[in-house]
């Protein structure tokens, strides 16, 4: 099949930017978006130009490293999909694809279709983790845990981190990244002693990145290549609705 | 930590403060509308009802200022959270699908804001009975007297007669439209800003929250639909 890639291209974050187009040709429905970008990057290297530059690491959907928007849609309109995963024969042939980066204030551009996503580890800096020590490593059912507390922490704790979620909302809000991790530890026993901290620095993290607030359109949760729903963000809100009632504080006692 | 500058400063804190005085006002617009509804009871049910109202001077003003203090406190973090929502995306994408939002999600501030013009000037036509109305009625001059001899504001003719305009009844049918619209929306996401909601609770909140818009305007525009099919018209004679 054959497709033209209308491409955002800009050298560095202050220089200007512009879409350029360019022809994706013998392709094959196998391949990936992410396969059709290095077959255009292979041609525009032998011409002795400057490949496309965007992230990828796993090519499996499970790194969250790959952040392209497809046709207006972060990691395109296929749900529960990243962008490497999404193969060519979910478009027409013929067909005129766009490509933009993940836009928002806190991901400034480096280059094309790479932006700086270390907004997101400067949140799980300041609360995304579990600091009790727990000696050696105890026996597997040692600690019970109940069932659906399990499965909950699961659905939140497959975040990948790709930051689509920042990308689709109106707002660019990061509320369903901020959320997943939340939950995910709030639920289980070893990062529940922590809970108040974590919810109110990871938040204060939040807000000081710059990040919008949520508005509860959903389209975090339509994008989200891992389906994690808005029920996290719920959870969320009554977390630190609580710790801000039990007088916690975020920062770590000394 | 101090509970009212956390609240205030952090995103979560205004959105709290968001649904909080989002539902302040809609039980208020709940009230109110049970309230109006006396319409259909006739005119000696409405009159004492609303005479009735009036002598509780002292309640009313701490109902007007509670109102008032919601209306600015959620206009207010309304104001700033778009503000911040907006400057978190300096560059717009070419293409934009926002997949997922409703429509009403999208517009909360634009409806939102036309709602308060349209409480604005519903204040000006009926509680402050301003001569300035499109009717060509002077409201003030409307007087009653009840079963039980006193004198008091003729209300059911004064709904009756603003009501029997055409422009004046359309224009508050697409008011309670908008209100109805803002809160399809709004009841749940106060809802979700609250915590209140989990996957179990989900349906239920959100069959509640289009519910009971929709049950706010049938209740609201039922009267000039009535009005305008000619229910009171006795009244104006
Ligand atoms: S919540 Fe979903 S969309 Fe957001 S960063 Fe995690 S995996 Fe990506
Ligand atoms: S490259 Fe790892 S998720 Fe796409």
Redesign the interface.
Known sequence: MHLSLRVWRQKSASAPGRFETYEARHVSPDMSLLEALDGVNEDLIASGGDPIAFDSDCREGICGACSVVIDGIPHGSRHGTTACQLHLRHFRDGATITLEPWRARPFPLIKDLVVDRHAFDRIIEAGGYVSVKTGGAPDGNAIPIPKTNVDRAMDAAVCIGCGACVAACKNASAMLFVASKVSHLSLLPQGRVERERRVLAMVRAMDDAGFGGCTVTGSCEAVCPKNIRIDVIARMNREYGRALLKGGSPELAL | ?K?LP??F????????IMAITGLGMLAFAAVHLAGNLRLFLGPEVLNSYAHGLHRAEESLWMIRVCLLVLIGLHVSMAVV?TH???????????????????HA??T?IWSGLMVAVFVAYHLLHHSAKAQVSLTGHDFAAFRTTLADGTACHDVFRMVVAGFSQPVVSGFYIVGVGLLSHHLS?GI??A?????????AW?AAVRRLASGAAWLLFVGYASIPVAVLCGYGREALQ
């Open positions: 930590m509970l956390q609240l400063h952090s995103s979560l804190g205004k959105k709290y959270l911040e929502n907006r400057a978190a995306r300096p560059i717009l994408y070419e293409r934009s699908r926002l997949p997922g939002a409703s999600s999208r909360m929306h749940e996401a809802f979700q800003s609250l915590g209140l909601r989990n996957r989900d």
